[in-house]
């Protein structure tokens, strides 16, 4: 059941370049994406999100692109700092977040000096 | 910052035995949820529950597993009789309500070991 994917398991990028994260997904019923990141033995914490009736959504130097005719979307950072490093998943729902979030197997960011 | 807190942060436990796990939501929250992460996997969604009911499980959560939200600020999940299998962080989640702008905020786990 591999509704959500994240086909790159590791990821490294040096400081102050652009990081792009992918992800992909099979299931054409999900209608909002998000994006949450991890550190080690913490909880995800939430760091943005796209509804299907959009193909961009920005804050700061965050950025989720949508292709919905691909089931694929990006996320970028620009520019990439050395705190960014972390696991990064992508999460689907159909109806919003009080619905069950779809988890692909996540990416790990290594920002490096 | 609100934030979501689990207790206990690990608990070693034998084959068999009962776990009850404890979170307290953000208090003007109404949805709560349960998932968990094996480690190496990805984060599994198990149960949602709204309205002192359960809204929506998945096939993980069977007989085996319970939810309750025994006051007004507690949000417990029970496994009666643990399984090697149940290994795993479980984190509690809480979200305002419906809709395309909310997120949802996690605790910061609950390490789970079964021996």
């Known amino acids: 059941d591999q509704q959500v994917k994240q086909n790159s398991p590791s990821l490294s990028v040096q400081e102050g370049r652009i990081s792009i994260l992918n992800c992909d997904y099979t299931n054409s019923m999900f209608d909002y994406f998000l994006w949450y990141k991890k550190y080690p033995a913490e909880g995800p914490t939430f760091l943005i999100s796209?509804?299907?009736?959009?193909d961009k959504n920005e804050d700061g130097r965050f950025t989720v692109f949508l292709n919905k005719s691909a089931k694929h979307l990006s996320l970028h950072i620009v520019p990439s700092q050395p705190g960014d490093s972390a696991v990064y998943f992508c999460a689907a729902s159909e109806g919003g977040t009080a619905s069950k979030l779809t988890f692909g197997t996540g990416t790990r960011l290594q920002v490096t000096l | 910052e609100p934030e979501v807190t689990q207790t206990p942060s690990h608990q070693v436990t034998q084959m068999g035995q009962e776990v009850i796990l404890r979170c307290v939501p953000i208090s003007n929250h109404l949805y709560f949820y349960w998932y968990r992460q094996i480690l190496g996997q990805k984060v599994e969604f198990l149960v949602s529950?709204?309205?002192?009911?359960?809204?929506?499980k998945s096939e993980i959560f069977d007989d085996q597993f319970s939810v309750e939200r025994p006051d007004g600020s507690n949000f417990t999940l029970k496994i009666r009789s643990t399984k090697l299998e149940d290994s795993a962080m479980y984190f509690c989640a809480s979200t305002k309500g419906p809709g395309y702008t909310g997120e949802l905020f996690f605790g910061e786990g609950s390490r789970l070991t079964v021996l």
């Open positions: 529950f709204y309205n002192n009911e359960i809204s929506e």
């Open positions: 796209i509804s299907s009736i959009k």
